[in-house]
Structures are given as C-alpha cells and as structure tokens.
C-alpha cells in the first residue's frame, strides 16, 4: 500500500443524514449508472429536492455479477408519500466507520479500495460489521468516499 493510499484512511468517520429515501435492487454490475439515475429522478420527478450526496450500500459480494445495493439520497422534505420500492427514513446513521477514497480507475480501484479497508481492519484486532457505504462526489476530479463500520471482537 502506498504512503498516499494509507494517508486517505481514517478511522471513527460517520455516515448521518435526515429525511432520506432508500431503494433495495439485485441487477447486474452492468446496469448501475442507468439504476443510480432512475433512482434519484424518481425522487426529483415527485417534487422531492436533493440535500446531501447520493449514496449506496453493496449489500454482497457480487460473485456471479449480480449485486444487492440499496441506494440513499437525502432530501430537503421533513415526509415523503408513500412510492412502491422507496422507504424513507426520518434519519439514518452508521457509525464508526473506516473510510478510503477511490480515484482514477473506479471498477479497478475500489476492489483495492476494499482489500486496503479490510487489511486495516484486521492488522488493527477489529470486525467488519457493516456493508461498504459509497458516497459518490462529483467535482473537477471525481472520486468516492468507501466506508465499512467496525467493532471491536466480541468474546
């Protein structure tokens, strides 16, 4: 692991956001930039306004292609009408949480992304007990915010 790649870790970060809209699909990796859009117009398109970063959880490990995501957008709205595949939360938190960055080459970066989170975790005694988070920016140079929350062993 480079100097570069082991700076961009930190433990004890947090994910926490009110008023958010989540959906839970299985499609194929192929498919998730068109889903990621669907998603977030829906929401637009009933009148819902953005306030934070669109996010996703990758609630497998996509041995065969297919994965298990369930997407987040935080919205300015205190409620949300009830929209069949969309759950809203009054407020959602994970924490703590190990977070690294992804650059550049994102299909191949994040697989290293996960194996540095996870190497961490391990040469520091704790347990994985979340599915990695995705915070997607988007400026002059994009890149991604991974997270995976921790603990401490139990027994």
Not at 6 to 29: D, M, P
Not at 51 to 56: D, R
Not at 63 to 69: A, C, F, L, Q
Request: hydrophobic share 35%; no cysteine.
């Amino acid at each position: 692991m480079t100097e570069d790649a082991q700076q961009r870790l930190a433990f004890g970060e947090r994910l926490a956001y009110q008023n958010v809209v989540s959906s839970r699909e299985r499609f194929h990796y192929s498919e998730l930039a068109p889903r990621f859009e669907e998603f977030t117009s829906a929401i637009a398109q009933k009148g819902y306004d953005p306030k934070g970063p669109f996010f996703y959880s990758l609630n497998n490990v996509p041995m065969d292609e297919m994965v298990d995501i369930e997407m987040f957008l935080p919205i300015r709205q205190g409620t949300f009408d009830y929209e069949p595949g969309l759950l809203f939360h009054s407020y959602f938190e994970v924490s703590p949480l190990l977070r690294g960055v992804v650059t550049g080459d994102f299909e191949n970066r994040t697989e290293q992304v996960y194996a540095q989170l996870l190497r961490t975790l391990d040469a520091n005694g704790l347990e994985i007990n979340s599915p990695f988070f995705h915070v997607v920016q988007s400026d002059v140079s994009p890149f991604a915010f991974v997270y995976v929350g921790y603990s401490e062993p139990q027994g």
